[in-house]
């Protein structure tokens, strides 16, 4: 791991650490919401409810999605991730 990455991913560490649970518990909420509505936008658009012509734009929503789908998920591991690992009763 380059060294930005680690100081970027220790700095990420701490301020998840300051947070309360109720915080992290929004997160990890707004994240599956997130997740949930980019998987549904990918479901209409593969089940070709979108005509054939244009198959180009569709690819590119589907994409779009994907990448954001996969970013919405990591939000939600590392939201959950700090709420198991706290120490706080």
């Known amino acids: 791991m380059p060294v930005s990455a680690d100081r970027e991913s220790n700095a990420m ?8 649970i109720k915080q992290l518990l929004d ?36 994409k779009i999605c994907l990448g954001e789908a996969q ?7 590392e939201a959950s991730d700090a709420i198991l690992k706290d120490p706080r009763p």
Do not use: P, W
């Open 71 to 77: 970013k919405a998920l990591a939000r939600l591991d």
């Open 27 to 62: 997160d990890a909420t707004t994240a599956h919401c997130d997740l949930n509505m980019f998987y549904a936008i990918i479901a209409l658009a593969e089940n070709s409810l979108i005509s054939a012509e244009h198959e180009v734009a569709t690819g590119r929503i589907i």
């Open 13 to 20: 560490n701490e301020r998840k650490r300051k947070q309360t």
